[in-house]
C-alpha cells in the first residue's frame, strides 16, 4: 500500500484505515519512542496516543511539508519528550547513542527491516563528524537546541545553522539514492 492510498482511506474515514497504518509504522516509530522513555509499558502508551492524534488530526498532515511517516515521527519523538520532561527526568537518563538504537531496533525485526538499515549505517558513516554530533543530540538525545549549544559550547544561533547544514547534507544524499 503506498502512502498516497493510505492518506486516501484515513480521510475517508476507512476503518481498515487505522489498521494498515498501525501495521505500516508502528515497528519504526515503537523503535523511536521505545528508544527514548526505555519502558515497554509506556512505549506502547505513547504509540497508541501518536496513532490516535494522527487518526483525528489527519486534516493538519500537508504533504508539502513532508512525508507522512516523517510527520508520525515528529509526532511520536515529542511525545516521547513531552513524557520524559513530565517525569523529571534528568540529563543524565538521556537515551542511547545512535549505535544502541539501530541495534535496539534490529534485534527483533524480521530481514527486509534489518536490510532497510544498512543503508541509515552506510549514511551515518558518510556525514561530517560534527554532523553525527549534532543529529545525536538533537534526534537520538532529544536535546532543545539550546542544549546542545550548551553541550557543544557553540551559540545558539550556530547550532541553528549547522542543523540547517546537517539536514542539506541528508537531502543532497538522498536525491542521489
Not at 12 to 41: C, E, H, W
Not at 44 to 55: G, H, P, Q, Y
Not at 76 to 94: C, F, M, P, T, V
Amino acid at each position: 500500500m503506498t502512502q498516497e492510498n493510505l492518506l486516501e482511506m484515513i480521510s475517508r474515514g476507512d476503518p481498515n484505515a487505522f489498521t494498515v497504518m498501525y501495521d505500516m509504522y508502528a515497528r519504526s516509530l515503537y523503535s523511536v519512542i521505545f528508544n527514548l522513555v526505555k519502558q515497554p509499558a509506556e512505549a506502547e502508551e505513547i504509540l497508541t496516543e501518536v496513532f490516535e492524534k494522527a487518526w483525528k488530526n489527519i486534516d493538519t498532515y500537508n504533504a508539502d511539508n513532508g512525508r507522512f511517516f516523517t510527520w508520525l515521527l515528529v509526532m511520536a519523538r515529542r511525545a516521547s519528550i513531552d513524557k520524559l520532561r513530565l517525569k523529571g527526568y534528568n540529563d543524565n537518563k538521556k537515551n542511547l547513542s545512535p549505535d544502541c538504537f539501530v541495534q535496539l531496533s534490529d534485534k527483533n525485526m524480521a530481514a527486509p527491516w534489518r536490510m532497510e538499515r544498512i543503508g541509515i549505517r552506510d549514511f551515518a558513516k558518510k556525514l561530517r563528524p560534527k554532523c553525527i554530533q549534532m543529529i545525536d543530540l538533537l534526534f537520538y538525545k532529544g536535546y532543545s537546541q539550546q542544549e546542545a549549544a550548551d553541550e557543544l559550547e557553540m551559540s545558539g544561533e550556530a547550532v541553528k545553522l549547522q542543523n540547517r547544514s546537517c539536514i542539506m547534507d541528508l537531502r543532497n544524499y538522498l536525491e542521489l539514492q
